[in-house]
């Protein structure tokens, strides 16, 4: 799962990422695709983990067992995250996000 979420005014966008890592956004109210125009912290989180809960056959998660996320938690928080992004009108606004903790 990936979120925009802008530094200034505008709504959050999400995404949850196909199995090679592309996404394709949408504002929390569903009126717009992509993100709003501005600068963003990107916040990422193991979808997988919450698949149980989301209605989704949770790829053979066991909650019990404890499984560890595939993404640094310090990426799941708009307080820790070290990525952010900059969208720009009139833009195809494509980003690589490398999900390494620095």
Do not use: C, Y
């Not at 890592?21 to 709003?36: E, H, W």
């Not at 989180?45 to 989301?54: G, T, Y």
């Amino acid at each position: 799962m990936i979120e925009f979420w802008p530094t200034s005014d505008g709504p959050r966008s999400f995404a949850e990422t196909d199995s090679e890592g592309r996404f394709k956004l949408t504002t929390d109210d569903g009126k717009q695709v992509g993100a709003s125009v501005g600068t963003h912290k990107v916040t990422l989180k193991d979808a997988s983990l919450f698949a149980k809960f989301m209605g989704r056959s949770g790829e053979g998660v066991n909650m019990a067992e404890g499984k560890k996320p595939r993404i640094s938690g310090k990426l799941s928080s708009t307080e820790t995250t070290t990525l952010t992004v900059k969208v720009e009108p009139s833009k195809k606004n494509d980003f690589e996000l490398d999900a390494k903790v620095k």
